[in-house]
């Protein structure tokens, strides 16, 4: 099972934060918890990689836990396993368990439920987003899983010459060039600006994914090298992507989470830069704000009027400083509640945040293990 520091590698990336929206102190929000899943014996739920809620009121839980292994072949290893695909009835209660030995489960990172109660997977070490339909059936899948990943640089010949990356340089995952090196563009294309990514579905370490109206996929590209928003239509084709490494406008030093609102806006939470920066369905720049901590996750509520919840974490654990903040979507916070800590009420690393309700959240968390329903008081 990964750690969970894995996720916050991009927090521990110093960055100038610039001029931060000035606004007063927001409120504490008070609010009801309970540790809501219910589990048969045998069954665990680990680290919390994404939680959400599908119509009816079942709930659905991609957690890192199972039965990891991978062999072990000269300089490569093939990993399998790590991650499980739970439903739960709205009390918490076991129901089954979907996608079973599934080869893109290897490290949950993210979950969601779409507007047709599909439930959607995001796995930062399959490189895959896998789509299930109300039936928990396969019916899409975007991203290819590494068939190898390296696990020790590679070595210069005698003489000194270097690998394909030039001089001294270690091969990236499957023995290409690392992203960003002299050549490495794919297929023998030029190679392209760092952290800009491969056009089509080839991520690398991807966290999110969200919808337009029209049923358009985006898909946050990630926390791994591309540092990039991808479109695809309904069916999965790639339409376009946006971003690339950098702490400019429209850049992104970690693309941890997405939501769009009622207009198509798209906002994306940039870990690294502890901001939010929003676009339009092109891609183009309109606005940012940076008062939310280092935004870990997101969601969009559904109401007439739509809010943002951002989960923080000022520490790589979410042991020291944690909170979850509720936001306009002019970037004014007007309220927060929560702590870091272990106990109920407490937050540690709040990964995914499902808010079909506005005022009854579930919130999966990494180091605790735990999903929390939260009820806002009015």
């Not at 927001?26 to 609010?31: S, T």
């Not at 050549?183 to 991520?203: D, E, H, L, N, Y």
Request: with cysteine.
């Amino acid at each position: 099972m990964l750690n969970s520091r894995i996720l916050l590698v991009a927090v521990a990336v110093t960055v100038s934060v610039g001029l931060v929206v000035a606004q007063s102190t927001p409120p504490e929000m008070a609010f009801d918890s309970v540790d809501l899943l219910k589990t048969p014996d045998g069954i665990y739920v680990g680290e919390i990689g994404g939680v959400g809620a599908n119509s009816k009121g079942q709930i659905f839980v991609y957690t890192r836990t199972g039965h990891p292994y991978a062999t072990l072949a000269d300089n490569r290893t093939f990993s399998r396993g790590g991650s499980r695909l739970f439903q739960f009835d709205p009390s918490g209660k076991f129901v089954r368990e979907l996608g079973q030995d599934v080869y893109g489960f290897n490290a949950a990172i993210g979950l969601r439920v779409d507007p047709q109660d599909n439930v959607w997977t995001i796995d930062e070490g399959a490189n895959q987003v896998v789509k299930f339909d109300a039936e928990g059936r396969v019916v899409l899948v975007l991203g290819r899983k590494p068939e190898a990943i390296s696990v020790r640089p590679a070595q210069p010949p005698a003489g000194g010459a270097g690998t394909a990356g030039g001089a001294g340089t270690a091969a990236g995952p499957g023995g290409a060039a690392p992203a960003g090196a002299p050549g490495a563009g794919a297929g023998g294309q030029p190679a392209r600006a760092p952290g800009s990514g491969t056009p089509g579905s080839s991520f690398s370490r991807p966290t999110d994914v969200a919808w337009d109206r029209a049923g358009n996929i985006y898909v946050a590209d990630g926390i791994g090298s591309n540092n990039r928003v991808a479109k695809f239509d309904k069916e999965g084709r790639f339409i376009k992507h946006w971003g690339s490494t950098g702490k400019g406008t429209g850049e992104f030093t970690g693309v941890k989470a997405l939501a769009i609102d009622a207009q198509g806006n798209v906002y994306v939470a940039d870990v690294g830069n502890k901001r939010i920066q929003v676009f339009d369905a092109e891609g183009t720049f309109k606005s940012e704000f940076r008062n939310i901590g280092t935004p870990l996750a997101m969601c969009l509520t559904r109401g007439a009027t739509q809010y943002l919840y951002v989960s923080h974490a000022g520490d790589e654990d979410g042991m020291d400083d944690a909170a979850i903040y509720k936001v306009q979507l002019d970037g004014k916070v007007v309220g927060r509640f929560g702590s870091a800590g272990k106990l109920p009420k407490e937050f540690g690393l709040a990964n995914s945040i499902d808010c079909r309700n506005e005022n009854e959240l579930l919130i999966g968390e990494l180091t605790n293990w735990r999903v929390q329903k939260v009820a806002l008081k009015r």
